[in-house]
């Protein structure tokens, strides 16, 4: 993982603007630690668990991330897409439906990675799905949620994601840093959700992007979703 990571090529392997792009590449690596588990998800775990032993080596990898994610300049050079809309294609307990509610701001404490092609949040909802492609249980549902960005303000803790270590295909990631704000706009629930090579019967969360978590009123005392 690490040699992949850091063929980032003669040019930039010892330039000091280059600490962010191989936290990228980390972050997209297709490998697996122990054949099990992505190195994005133990992340993701560490920061939703928040465990003091573990947060001061979670943070040395968060803060050279966020050297990618957050982009403070106005003149930030981003591969927007044209709609100003990203999708995420994810697995939803039904115990946690009745948090996300119209008008309901939140924060998420982790890394939230979209997708600016709705067909890639679909396959993700698909790799999801029982290998039976049988109904899914109450427990993991799918859904599909929909990220809408203010077309001039954009946001400041999202990036286009355009580094990877070679394991995987580009996915015109976004990548939101952990604790943005998003708020929800509309939900919409469906009867025996399901998704397969057949069907595509899913939730949908419809959720506005907040362009700077640093000027969100009251942003440190906002709920967070225990889903995302």
Known sequence: MQENAFRAGEDELYRKDSIPFIAVRLWTTGEKLGGR?????????????????????????????????????????????????????????????????????????????????????????????????????????????????????????????????GTVGGEDEFLFAPYSVFTVQRVEWVDAPRVNEHEQVFHTIEVKVEPDNAKVDKGLTLPLAPWA
């Open 37 to 165: 588990v992505e190195l994005c998800s133990i992340l993701n775990q560490a920061l939703r668990e928040d465990e003091v032993d573990v947060m001061p080596h979670v943070a040395v990898i968060v803060r050279a991330l966020n050297m990618q994610c957050v982009c403070r300049t106005v003149g930030q050079h981003i591969k927007w897409p044209s709609s100003n809309t990203c999708f995420r294609g994810s697995a939803l307990p039904r115990c946690h439906q009745g948090f996300f509610s119209a008008g309901k701001m939140y924060r998420v404490p982790m890394y939230l990675a979209t997708s600016a092609d709705d067909e890639v949040a679909i396959e993700f909802m698909q790799r999801l799905a029982p290998a039976n492609g049988s109904q899914q249980p109450s427990f993991q549902e799918p859904v599909m949620w929909i990220f809408h960005f203010d077309p001039q303000k954009r946001c400041k803790q999202v990036n286009f994601i355009d580094k990877t270590d």
